[in-house]
């Protein structure tokens, strides 16, 4: 490849002759306009700046849109600015976190309502998550009292 600076012909990011950057090039073989030399005006360094940008910008939406088509987001949603968020991934705001606290602390109907969402009565996952932790505690819960329903039993056992 031939040197925009000097002429000569050299490989590599800079040239080995002056130092100056090589021009990039893709896969098809085509050369990308080459970075200013210090000589340059300040319009034609803007004007390269401009470029590139809009070169780097074109490239980021391409991989976004890539990523949102691999995923099944409609980008009619990402226009509007709110995302496409699929059911089964919707998040829970701060007051259904405590809505479901509540629910799952009344005694009959919480607890079964707490196995049903834990097991999979539900396709939001995190809803199911917060049931499965929510049911984790009621465990630790229980166990605790039973070791300490045993401790005190077993003491108000001796002292009779």
């Known amino acids: 490849m031939k040197c925009p600076n000097c002429g000569s012909e050299s490989s590599g990011k800079f040239c080995i002759y002056c130092g100056s950057p090589m021009p990039k090039q893709d896969s098809a073989g ?9 000589n340059s005006t300040s319009w034609q360094q803007n004007d390269y700046r401009q470029q590139n940008s809009y070169q780097q910008t074109r490239q980021q939406d391409s991989y976004q849109q890539d990523f949102r088509q691999a995923n099944g987001y409609s980008q009619a949603s990402y226009s509007t600015g709110t ?3 699929p059911p089964e991934y ?5 007051w259904g976190y405590f809505g479901y606290e509540i629910l799952f602390s009344i005694p009959c109907v919480g607890l079964i309502l707490l196995l049903i969402f834990s097991f999979g009565g539900t396709q939001n996952i995190n809803l199911r998550n917060f049931a499965r932790s ?3 505690l009621l465990i630790i819960a229980v166990i605790l009292f039973l070791i300490l329903a045993g401790i005190t039993g077993g003491i108000a056992f001796l002292r009779f």
């Not at 085509?30 to 210090?38: E, V, Y």
């Open 90 to 94: 919707r998040p829970i705001s701060m």
């Open 83 to 85: 995302p496409d968020v």
């Open 134 to 136: 929510y049911f984790c």
């Open 30 to 38: 085509q050369n990308f306009q080459t970075p200013p030399d210090n």
